[in-house]
């Protein structure tokens, strides 16, 4: 393999919740013409369909081996960096990039071996908070503020154009690691945040407060942070002891 497709193997395209057919075949087309194949499918509503072939207009082999998950961890198992593309900024604020800065960051990350995934939304409701908050930055198309809304396969489209000529332009990256370790993957960081869930409940941090807002938050704060597995480890560790003197301080009651 060149360098090129190695590089370009790191990428995947994650689509959410779409609803129609043709725009994952013109999605698949899309990526497809930018030297990408891996498309991701999370709950699409129709899945494969006729219509998507048609649109992907000869771009089948991306649709063949287009994973269909049911949940979107899964979409993004061995992510290292993860980028939402959405048209209008969510309650959650993440840093919010240019789709030229956000190729520039994500090849450097691909550069440095790390699996990239970028994440489109359903085509009327966009991403979701819960999705967004997979992410680590934002990427919005610089489209008008009173029509800002492109077709999803459009964005795709421009998203892998920027990505391409990224990759075209000389400045390929001889970027320095920024990490010793790669940072943990969507799978291991979404066991974190299950076990922080856990560990808050049982030390009864919310106190009738619903636990939502506070989690995104913290999603938000951990995304930021990038660690790498053996942080993780650690982070386990302390939501361990909290839980244990928990458990104690209760049975001493
Ligand atoms: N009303 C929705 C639009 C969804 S369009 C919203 O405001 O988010 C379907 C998907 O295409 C979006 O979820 C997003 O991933 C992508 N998209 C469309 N327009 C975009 C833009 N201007 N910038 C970034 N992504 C965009």
Not at 104 to 126: P, Y
């Amino acid at each position: 393999m060149t360098d090129f497709q190695d590089l370009a193997a790191r990428f995947r395209f994650v689509l959410a919740r779409t609803s129609h057919p043709g725009n994952i075949g013109s999605a698949a087309r899309a990526i497809r013409t930018m030297g990408f194949n891996r498309l991701e499918l999370v709950l699409p509503a129709r899945f494969p369909d006729r219509e998507a072939n048609a649109l992907a207009a000869g771009a089948d082999e991306v649709l063949v081996n287009a994973g269909v998950h049911a949940e979107l961890v899964d979409g993004l198992a061995g992510c290292n960096f993860v980028l939402g593309l959405s048209a209008r900024r969510r309650g959650v604020t993440l840093p919010e990039l240019s789709p030229r800065e956000a190729a520039r960051q994500a090849l450097a990350a691909a550069a440095r071996g790390e699996q990239v995934a970028l994440l489109f939304g359903n085509e009327r409701s966009g991403l979701e908070n819960e999705e967004l908050a997979r992410c680590h930055a934002m990427v919005r198309i610089p489209s008008v503020d009173d029509f800002s809304s492109l077709n999803l396969s459009q964005a795709v489209q421009v998203m892998a154009y920027e990505l391409r000529m990224a990759m075209l332009g000389d400045e390929l990256p001889a970027a320095p690691p920024e990490h010793d370790e790669p940072p943990a993957d969507a799978t291991q960081m979404e066991q974190f945040y299950r076990h922080l869930a856990q560990a808050l409940d049982d030390i009864e941090f919310h106190k009738g407060r619903e636990p939502t807002t506070i989690m995104l938050r913290l999603r938000k704060l951990f995304q930021r942070a990038q660690p790498d597995e053996r942080e993780l480890r650690v982070l386990h560790g302390i939501l361990a002891d909290a839980q244990r003197m928990a458990g104690l301080a209760k049975s001493e009651k």
